[in-house]
């Protein structure tokens, strides 16, 4: 009787019937070309995506794209990829291969219930060809048996349970992983919680009233100290280079926030980069090269020493850097000022001009660095990437278990940022102040806005101040090249 029956509805399914009318008709050959095309295509347009989408992206955010700061950040394709029409034309090609799936199951499985009938006629017709001697039976006893035992029912019903099966398992893997996920996710800290936590980490604040007189002197430092790269040339002031560094190699009052906000260090290691066979630089008196490529050792020892405060850490304001020269023996080439009693440093002296350009230089660093502080306090910044705290194997390991409960470690996955800035265990590292997002036109609270005429006036100042800069870097150039010119004629000399 069930044989019976599935003959009848199979007969029904059949080239006249349902089956038959939708696979012939021109929709479902329509929609089965269309998800073959995707099929293929969308691999290439995520491959595109990865390889060309970021050159249609502003600079700066190419610059976080590349470097993988934000793993979230797509390009103008892949945000056309995540629309709300191709996921819903995903989401409908998914369904329509969960249904032409089925309907070849559904004709395989009532197939199956009617397979003596095809095995009548095929065991008909392999008479008729063993009657005419068109069939070696020996020959073909192999391929006959496998033709035998795939068309048989037992096959079909092993087949079918081996990719029901597995498509069941796949599921209840993807099931598994998107409940641990999901399970993660609701571990993750609330966005209020979460700024409360970027906001104990926040390294942006004011600066102690007592550090006004040494950020002047250090930003002033800093900016005239820069003309020694590429080269310093013949009419420069080398005592007042000379000055300089004898206050950094001295000084006592740098904590680390002033350090590391004025960016010093930074300068002082392109002083200390100077000089190669293709670049030279000038013979200098006072030893400076030799000087700042000790200080820049000195100050390297102390960033990686331990007990170094955090940038975020009160500490920083009050943690002072270890001076590189603890006694102050100057000799005659570096007279002119003395130590102050008490080794308290090497005290700058600068001219009148020198001293209203500093003061007209820190003013300006000064203003620009609290308008930006001013958002950022209000906006915590996100750091740009994390690194465990501990030094250890196991501190290590630790960190990575307190980010992942569930043990699965794996690149590209994502971990709230709220969930690593409340634990201890995770260093962020920030950006600098120039590459934070900072918008364009904010004013500090309490503060008014630029009129137009202080505006002009700013941004006349800069391009002032950007000629002279190019200015002295053409100068820097030329002397270089008639420096190596010098270099190469004794070179040739001596070969003779």
């Keep these: 009787?069930?044989?019976?029956?599935?003959?009848?509805v199979r007969k029904s399914l059949e080239d006249d019937g349902l089956i038959g009318r939708v696979t012939e008709s021109t929709a479902y050959r329509t929609i089965t070309s269309l998800r073959q095309?995707?099929?293929i295509l969308q691999p290439l347009l995520w491959g595109v995506e990865k390889l060309f989408g970021k050159y249609a992206m502003d600079p700066m955010d190419r610059v976080f794209f590349e470097m993988n700061l934000e793993p979230g950040k797509l390009g103008p394709l892949g945000e056309a990829l995540q629309s709300e029409a191709v996921l819903a034309?995903?989401?409908?090609?998914?369904?329509?291969?969960?249904?032409?799936?089925?309907?070849g199951m559904l004709y395989s499985v009532l197939e199956s219930f009617t397979l003596e009938e095809h095995e009548k006629a095929q065991r008909q017709y392999d008479k008729e060809r063993k009657e005419l001697g068109d069939v070696d039976e020996d020959d073909n006893a192999g391929t006959n048996m496998i033709i035998s035992l795939t068309e048989s029912r037992v096959f079909r019903y092993v087949f079918w349970g081996v990719i029901i099966s597995s498509f069941l398992s796949m599921l209840n893997d993807a099931g598994t992983a998107v409940s641990e996920e999901l399970a993660y996710m609701r571990a993750t800290p609330s966005p209020e919680i979460t700024k409360a936590n970027l906001a104990k980490i926040n390294p942006w604040r004011d600066f102690l009233p007592e550090q006004d007189p040494v950020l002047r002197e250090v930003v002033y430092m800093k900016n005239v100290l820069r003309e020694?790269?590429?080269?310093?040339?013949p009419e420069d002031d080398y005592q007042l280079f000379s000055d300089m560094i004898?206050?950094?190699?001295?000084r006592t009052d740098i904590c680390w926030r002033v350090f590391e906000e004025t960016d010093i260090r930074q300068t002082i290691l392109a002083a200390a980069n100077r000089g190669s066979a293709s670049k030279p630089i000038a013979d200098e008196p006072f030893s400076i090269h030799s000087r700042v490529k000790a200080l820049h050792r000195h100050w390297g020892d102390l960033e990686r020493a331990a007990g170094k405060p955090e940038r975020w850490e009160d500490a920083s304001d009050t943690t002072f850097l270890a001076p590189l020269i603890a006694t102050h023996p100057f000799g005659e080439p570096e007279a002119g000022n003395k130590a102050e009693p008490g080794g308290g440093g090497f005290k700058l002296v600068l001219t009148p001009e020198q001293e209203a350009d500093a003061t007209e230089r820190y003013n300006k660093w000064r203003r620009d660095r609290d308008r930006k502080v001013s958002y950022l306090?209000?906006?915590?910044?996100t750091p740009m990437a994390w690194v465990p705290m501990a030094k250890s194997d196991t501190g290590v390991r630790n960190a990575w278990d307190s980010a992942f409960p569930d043990g699965r470690v794996q690149a590209g996955r994502s971990v709230p940022v709220g969930k690593l800035a409340g634990d201890q265990q995770w260093k962020p590292i920030f950006r600098s102040l120039i590459t934070e997002n900072i918008p364009w036109g904010w004013v500090a609270p309490g503060e008014e806005p630029q009129t137009p005429e202080e505006s002009r006036a700013e941004l006349d100042a800069m391009y002032e101040e950007s000629d002279r800069v190019e200015e002295r870097r053409t100068k820097?150039?030329?002397?270089?090249?008639q420096l190596k010119k010098e270099a190469d004629e004794r070179k040739q000399k001596s070969e003779l």
């Design 89 to 103: 034309l995903n989401k409908f090609m998914l369904a329509w291969i969960l249904f032409d799936a089925a309907l």
């Design 37 to 39: 095309i995707l099929f």
């Design 377 to 381: 306090k209000i906006h915590p910044p």
């Design 246 to 250: 004898r206050s950094l190699e001295t």
């Design 228 to 233: 020694l790269t590429p080269t310093t040339l």
């Design 1 to 8: 009787m069930v044989v019976w029956v599935f003959r009848a």
């Design 476 to 481: 820097q150039n030329e002397y270089i090249a």
